[in-house]
């Protein structure tokens, strides 16, 4: 994703009165149905301002949630153009060291310049490459199959140059890919230096089963882009992909995503999912529902995400510190979203 100033527009709120605020209720009546926000102040978000609410604890042991709430000054079909779009390096808090989309089918040039990003002096990149280099068919740090262990250490060998490793990661990366394009989740390949083998699409479809709700709601987007099972002859959609390297808990970490989008009725439904993950956590998942939001005059979106993670460390942790990481994640997200919307004042 890469997401006029947009506090000229959302100024605007602080006049809008009882009408545009009856008015709001209203257009927000499905979403307060569906999300964890039975209360929904329209003046704060059209003020700027992001809603935010942890999710609650789910018997799936790895998995936390949250949800978030914000509002923007475009169209939900212009809104959904920009979140495919916005380049996330322009925003340094979010540590992203490079951000590229994937041809379909995806070819090695596609990753041509993974390894320039692999520069030893940065300790979260020299943690990566020392973990590529420690990898053998008998065990890694990182999350591979064990043909894919076998194959990354005879690769790299025993110097594990910037430039090798980043040629290797990218056959790796590219074998994934191709797989996922042709299959889509059915192919996704587990990760085995684990307790127990781990399937990024099976975690994502046990988070999901426990929001019963969020499920309903996004079942259109999630059939058809084959995450959970859809009845006879809907079709499926075709997303855009991509590569990203990018610092999470202060190692470098790559992965591989899938940007959905579909037009339900008046809104728009986003699914942004990582299908695979090189470490520190195993995949994520983000729902947007873009709904547009009128104020009598001007026009815009409010935008819902639920925003699905699971992760290794979860699996021990108690309930309060699997709340506190839910809360963590949604002020990660929170300054994503704020990018995002600081996006809108540049032309």
């Not at 079709?235 to 339900?264: K, M, N």
């Not at 998942?285 to 005059?297: K, M, N, Q, S």
Request: aromatic content about 10%; proline content about 4%.
């Amino acid at each position: 994703m890469r997401w006029l100033s947009i506090f000229l527009i959302f100024g605007l709120g602080y006049g809008l009165g009882v009408t545009a605020s009856a008015q709001g209720s209203d257009q927000l009546a499905g979403l307060k149905q569906s999300s964890d926000f039975s209360n929904i102040d329209v003046k704060r978000l059209l003020e700027g301002e992001i809603l935010s609410q942890r999710g609650s604890l789910m018997k799936f042991s790895n998995g936390i949630s949250s949800q978030i709430v914000f509002a923007v000054p475009t169209s939900p079909a212009e809104t959904v153009k920009r979140l495919r779009t916005w380049d996330s390096k322009q925003c340094p808090s979010l540590k992203v060291y490079a951000s590229h989309e994937l041809g379909a089918p995806c070819e090695l040039k596609d990753f041509s310049t993974l390894h320039l990003y692999f520069d030893p002096d940065l300790r979260p990149v020299k943690w990566f490459l020392d973990q590529t280099l420690a990898t053998s068919g008998s065990g890694s740090g990182l999350n591979l199959t064990q043909i894919e262990a076998v194959q990354l250490a005879s690769c790299v060998g025993k110097a594990g140059a910037p430039k090798t490793a980043g040629s290797c990661w990218a056959n790796l990366l590219l074998t994934r890919a191709l797989d996922f394009q042709r299959n889509g989740f059915a192919s996704a390949l587990p990760y085995e230096f684990n307790v127990e083998s781990i399937t990024p699409a099976s975690h994502l479809r046990s988070m999901l089963q426990e929001q019963v709700d969020i499920s309903r709601e996004f079942a259109p987007i999630l059939q058809r882009a084959g995450l959970v099972n859809s009845g006879a002859g809907i079709s499926t959609l075709r997303p855009s992909y991509y590569w990203r390297l990018f610092q999470a808990d202060h190692h470098a970490t790559l992965s591989l995503g899938a940007i959905y989008d579909l037009e339900v009725g008046d809104h728009y439904q986003l699914l942004e999912v990582e299908y695979y993950v090189s470490g520190t956590y195993y995949t994520s998942a983000t729902l947007y529902e873009i709904r547009p939001f009128r104020d009598g005059v001007r026009s815009g979106s409010i935008v819902w995400c639920d925003v699905l993670c699971s992760a290794p460390t979860l699996r021990f942790a108690t309930g309060i510190e699997r709340l506190a990481s839910s809360l963590i994640l949604a002020l990660e997200f929170k300054n994503m979203v704020r990018c995002f919307q600081d996006s809108f004042k540049s032309p």
